[in-house]
C-alpha cells in the first residue's frame, strides 16, 4: 500500500505564500516523478508543477516565476512553494507520484487526498 500525505494548504490574503509539502510513504520500491496538480471549482485538474528524480522540473505558464517545487529524494516528500498569490491560485491541490511498489512490476499514479488552497483578494 502507499499514501500520499499533503499540508500546507490554508487561507492567505493576495501577495501572500505558502509551501506545500507532500510524503509518499508505504510499499514503495522507487519513485519517477512527483507533482502538483490543482482543482478549481467548476474546472479540471491542471498540472501545476512537476519534478522528476533528476529534478528536472516543469511548470504551468501561469504559475513560472512565482511557484517552486523541489522534492528530497531520501524523504520521498516533494514541496510547493507558492509565492506572490493570486486569487485565481483557489483550487484543492493534489500532489502526484509516478512510483513502483515494492514486489510490483508496474509502474503507476498515485494521488494524495488534496489541500485546499484558498487566496482571498
Known amino acids: 500500500q502507499v499514501q500520499l500525505v499533503e499540508s500546507g494548504g490554508g487561507l492567505v490574503q493576495a501577495g501572500g505564500s505558502l509551501r506545500l509539502s507532500c510524503a509518499a510513504s508505504?510499499?514503495?520500491?522507487?519513485?519517477?516523478?512527483m507533482g502538483w496538480y490543482r482543482q478549481a471549482p467548476g474546472k479540471q485538474r491542471e498540472l501545476v508543477a512537476r519534478i522528476t528524480s533528476g529534478s528536472s522540473t516543469n511548470y504551468a505558464g501561469s504559475v513560472k516565476g512565482r511557484f517552486t517545487i523541489s522534492r528530497d529524494n531520501a524523504k520521498n516528500t516533494v514541496y510547493l512553494q507558492m509565492n506572490s498569490l493570486k486569487p485565481e491560485d483557489t483550487a484543492v491541490y493534489y500532489c502526484?507520484?509516478?512510483?513502483?511498489?515494492?514486489?510490483?512490476?508496474?509502474?503507476?499514479?498515485?494521488w494524495g487526498q488534496g489541500t485546499q488552497v484558498t487566496v482571498s483578494s
Open positions: 508505504g510499499s514503495i520500491f522507487s519513485i519517477n516523478a
Open positions: 502526484n507520484a509516478y512510483l513502483r511498489r515494492t514486489g510490483w512490476g508496474m509502474w503507476a499514479d498515485y
